[in-house]
């Protein structure tokens, strides 16, 4: 069972659309990252949100926290190519005496020009 | 660039070998993490140290093990290699042990089973 379940697992969307991926868990979590991976790089951070509630915008990226820290989704506006890559959440889950952080399998956007 | 380096960035082994996968963390970062990540599974976490102290341990298996030395580099040995262990292993490292710290990525090595 995957801690941290994100979907869509795919989206292949036209430029100019807007969109919105979700990071959803029953699990409570101190902090939730958002990152970004391309193809033959690692992982880059996008962001961190640690209070319930928490909205933090990107230029076009928006990111919120749910209020109950199980879940979180990423909202962009008039995506564009650039925004083509894999998004993944990752959580460090309250109290579990490690910082270690715990991925989702991600979402693979796919921006058509 | 993260600041993170690891070698090789591609490996191609039998089955049956033992192979090395070295991490070099960002200059000043004490703690570094190992992930595997495969088309099916996504990024798994593998273990952390944190300033040569092993720290947490993920779903690593026993024929897998990985130290970090005293100027923090870290290495990863993968022995008695399956077919199953084909995928992408990633180190990163970050700054701090706090809930909201960062971790910077390596680019990757690609390891294939033949």
């Known amino acids: 069972t995957q801690l941290l379940e994100q979907s869509p697992q795919f989206l292949s969307i036209q430029e100019g659309e807007n969109l919105t991926v979700y990071c959803n868990s029953s699990?409570?979590?101190?902090?939730l990252q958002w990152y970004r991976q391309e193809p033959g790089e690692g992982p880059v951070l996008l962001v961190t949100?640690?209070?319930?509630?928490e909205v933090k915008k990107l230029k076009r990226l928006t990111f919120q926290f749910g209020d109950a820290r199980k879940d979180s989704s990423l909202h962009i506006t008039a995506a564009q190519p650039g925004d083509t890559g894999l998004y993944l959440c990752?959580?460090?889950?309250?109290?579990?005496?490690?910082?270690?952080?715990?991925f989702g399998k991600g979402t693979k956007l796919s921006v058509i020009p | 660039d993260s600041g993170v380096t690891q070698t090789p960035k591609h490996l191609i082994t039998a089955t049956g070998q033992r192979v090395t996968l070295r991490c070099s963390p960002r200059?000043?970062?004490?703690?570094v993490y190992w992930y595997q990540q495969s088309l099916d599974q996504g990024l798994q976490f593998l273990i952390q140290?944190?300033?040569?102290?092993?720290?947490a341990k993920g779903n690593i298996l026993e024929r897998f093990s990985a130290q970090q030395f005293p100027d923090l580099h870290s290495e990863l040995n993968l022995s008695s290699l399956e077919l199953g262990d084909s995928a992408l292993y990633f180190c990163?490292?970050?700054?701090?042990?706090?809930?909201?710290?960062?971790?910077?990525f390596g680019n990757g090595t690609r390891l294939t089973v033949t």
């Open positions: 949100v640690v209070t319930g509630g």
């Open positions: 140290y944190y300033n040569g102290e092993e720290r």
């Open positions: 990163a490292s970050s700054a701090q042990e706090t809930y909201n710290s960062p971790l910077h």
């Open positions: 699990s409570v979590f101190s902090s």
């Open positions: 200059s000043g970062d004490l703690s």
């Open positions: 990752a959580g460090r889950r309250t109290g579990a005496g490690s910082y270690q952080l715990t």
